[in-house]
């Protein structure tokens, strides 16, 4: 089907935030982290800067470009700023201003797997699709939980930005929704 997701597609991820208005998923500045391309957080529109918004799904177990991204599928997701922004990968502690459910920051690296352990991979899954065939849908809500640790821990919005332009900081939390459709995501296709 045409609004199957595929490995090699590129997206724009949306935030489910207060009736999807948290925002775009964004490289957005530097960032103090180790290892560290880019600091992420979200921004108004996908497109704040050429690239910054533009997410290539690639796959963490060897599914080949053209498959279908299917619910539980293991990911990685690289930015496009620059033609290599780097990978979405959960790098030190969460920031003091955000909530005691927070986990990790969320930055961008260079590597696939920065620390080795699963940093920069994230484990996707669909709330629901039609049909119920286990493939993920361009507008399907997702939520992304990251491998890092032996317990994980769920991609989320979490309190105000100073990112120039941002909207919401990003991090990981226990919770897979710890408030308001923080941790609900959706894909939507980029335009190539």
């Not at 997206?11 to 960032?31: A, P």
């Not at 940093?119 to 039609?130: D, L």
């Not at 990981?172 to 335009?191: E, H």
Request: glycine share 14%.
């Amino acid at each position: 089907m045409a609004d199957v997701l595929k490995y090699g597609d590129r997206v724009h991820i949306q935030n489910g935030y207060n009736g999807w208005k948290g925002g775009y998923l964004d490289t957005n500045g530097g960032s103090s982290q180790t290892g560290a391309l880019y600091g992420v957080s979200t921004t108004e529109t996908p497109a704040r800067a050429t690239g910054t918004g533009t997410w290539e799904i690639i796959s963490a177990a060897g599914k080949k470009t053209g498959e279908q991204v299917m619910s539980g599928d293991v990911i990685h997701l690289r930015n496009l700023y620059a033609n290599d922004g780097g990978y979405l990968d959960t790098n030190g502690g969460a920031s003091p201003s955000q909530t005691a459910a927070a986990k990790y920051d969320v930055t961008t690296n260079k590597d696939k797997d920065r620390a080795g352990a699963g940093t920069a991979s994230w484990r996707i899954f669909a709330q629901t699709s039609a049909p119920a065939d286990q493939a993920v849908r361009v507008n399907d809500v997702v939520i992304l939980w990251n491998l890092y640790s032996p317990t994980g821990s769920f991609l989320e919005t979490n309190g105000g930005t100073t990112a120039s332009g941002g909207k919401y900081d990003v991090c990981t939390s226990a919770y897979w929704n710890r408030s308001s459709n923080v941790g609900d995501w959706r894909l939507i296709k980029a335009q190539a």
